[in-house]
């Protein structure tokens, strides 16, 4: 599975939106790309995937450039419970392979 | 459902002592996956499971053993416990469904080898 960036930190308010950005420039056509966050002291949670197109679910949208090579999670509101580290992986179309995580963005929400 | 349970919590073992965690999923899901996961670092893979019967190593399989006998239940064995073996370790399982599926989580044991 291709690599993927992300920023080591980042900070937001109460009730605004976040935008967590991540880079793949490598990625291939096939790959999807997926978040998951940890909060602190639990295991990974699955956030949202997509493959081209932008997605909406309860908990965030992931908006997916034209050309793949980066994506953004996106927070319609943090909260104080949005506080966490999120990864943003890809997956081959297969998914056969496991997913491997980076250190991934740590997320900070002041009230 | 109760999803993926993982047991003990919390475990301190001596160096050379060998213990088992224990992971057990009610989804019927034919992946099961070890990590573990070091202070302020992502989760690396130990073991995996594509179904009873099979496993494979993972990124950092070195001190520990696994088996897959039923599809509900995959424990990890440390057989010699090492202070690097100090760790959160994660286990998780999802359904054969392809790029899309969902991988879901146990909420951890936390080791200390000392």
Known sequence: DAKTT?????????????????????????????????????????????????????????????????????????????????????RGVSGNTPLVFGKGTRLSVIA | NAGVTQTPKFRILKIGQSMTLQCTQDMNHNYMYWYRQDPGMGLKLIYYSVGAGITDK??????????????????LRLELAAPSQTSVYFCASRNVLGARSEQYFGPGTRLTVT
């Open chain 2, 58 to 75: 993972g990124e950092v399989p070195n001190g520990y053993n696994v088996s897959r006998s039923t599809t509900e239940d995959f424990p």
């Open chain 1, 6 to 90: 992300q920023p080591n930190s980042m900070e937001s308010n109460e009730e605004e939106p976040v935008h967590l950005p991540c880079n793949h420039s490598t990625i291939s056509g096939t790959d999807y790309i997926h978040w998951y966050r940890q909060l602190p002291s639990q295991g990974p949670e699955y956030v949202i995937h997509g493959l081209t197109s932008n997605v909406n679910n309860r908990m965030a949208s992931l908006a997916i450039a034209e050309d793949r090579k980066s994506s953004t999670l996106i927070l319609h509101r943090a909260t104080l419970r949005d506080a966490a580290v999120y990864y943003c992986i890809l």
